[in-house]
């Protein structure tokens, strides 16, 4: 399964793009921890910034052991600096 | 510097044209960009929000901050895209019963908002304005 | 209670116009005459002011909080005479580089305010509302 | 001497009027103190709400041995409640 997730800020200017694909074995039961671990492995450019980082699905934060499912809109939310 | 003092006969004019019945306290911040960032001057900031979360967690802050501190009433206001050096990008407003939950409640709300919602902003160079930084 | 959050395109439209250069944070404090005083319902509150000493005491505590707390302007609006419940009594305003002093020395300065400038009030009695207080 | 008092507040509400006279000696060194020491004999209505008065001297808070002259306006600020 290739999922989508949407990037911002320095995550978005590391890569130069708003969003990486991230992909995740079939048989495997997709958590936020392993949706993380697979974006350290597979967006290397993203690696160092992906230890502040923290993943949001559908718009939530969510803990390591969350499940994420196919057709969940998936973001990375750390690094932030309004105000 | 500016010092400016007034004593006036009767009520002050609205400054904000906002409240809440029977706040005591209403607290304006007005958060501006400065011409200077980390020593360089710029020309504004830029700022990229996520959508809709950005929005669902202010508010989210916002309710918190109701029943934390007890407020009557907060709006909040954050710009996305691009503000110049000078000009207000972000701006809460929070009614309460007496001063020191609204101001408690400011202070806490910008910490959390600053270290949680997935707001960005990134300098706007200022390319005409090399001159030295005052 | 209300609550309102706002994500809106570029710079948010000056609250109060009026600002200092190279500001950062531009706080507006708004005390309010609140209808219900000691438990009782008001009318109002009458100030009464001793002139001038009252005008030199808060222009005296505007430079001391200028100078403790690095401030860039402040301004102070008291009245004098019958503000009614609901209305604008007084209101302060302090620009700074950044949020936690100008926070800090609003604190300060309404403290100070009340325990030291030569401003008294006393409720004007709700004649005519002798209803249950909400 | 007699020297007129300003009040405000509290004060002018136990007394009924905005001023009070306060009459010292002649051969006597008028500080503050001695001001307000001679208005709590001289104003009885007064007495409890001068423990939280202070004396102001042309517009400015003063000392217990701060001189007062003929000619000074004189006011007891104590008890305020702006905001």
């Known amino acids: 399964m290739i999922h989508q997730v949407l990037i911002f800020g320095p995550y ?6 708003g969003r990486v694909d991230v ?4 048989d495997q039961t997709v958590t936020a921890r392993v949706v993380m671990e697979s974006l350290r492995e597979q967006q290397p450019a993203l690696r160092l ?17 969350t499940l994420v499912n196919a057709g969940d809109e998936l973001a990375i939310v750390g690094l932030v600096s309004g105000g | ?3 400016q003092v007034v004593l006036c006969d009767g009520a002050l004019a609205p400054a904000v044209g906002w409240g809440a019945e029977g706040a005591g306290a209403v607290v304006c911040f007005d958060g501006i960009v400065r011409p200077i960032e980390d020593g360089r001057r ?6 990229q929000t996520y959508d809709p979360m950005a929005e669902l967690d202010l508010r989210r802050l916002a309710e918190e901050a109701t029943r934390s501190f007890g ?12 503000v110049a050096a000078g000009e207000c990008s972000f701006r809460l407003r929070i009614a309460s019963a007496h001063r020191k939950e609204a101001l408690a409640a400011m202070d806490w709300f910008i910490d959390r908002m600053k270290q949680d919602v997935p707001i960005w902003k990134r300098p706007a160079p200022a390319e005409n304005h090399r001159g030295p930084i005052p």
Chains 1, 4 share one sequence.
Not at chain 2, 42 to 47: D, H, R, S, V
Request: hydrophobic share 50%.
């Open chain 2, 42 to 47: 710029i020309a504004g900031l830029i700022y």
């Open chain 2, 1 to 3: 510097m500016s010092i």
């Open chain 1, 23 to 26: 992909t995740l074995l079939d």
């Open chain 2, 71 to 82: 407020l009557l009433g907060v709006t909040v206001e954050h710009s996305r895209g691009t």
């Open chain 1, 12 to 17: 978005a200017e590391a890569v130069g793009e």
């Open chain 1, 49 to 65: 910034l992906l230890a502040h980082a923290i993943l949001a699905v559908n718009c939530r934060r969510v803990g390591d052991e």
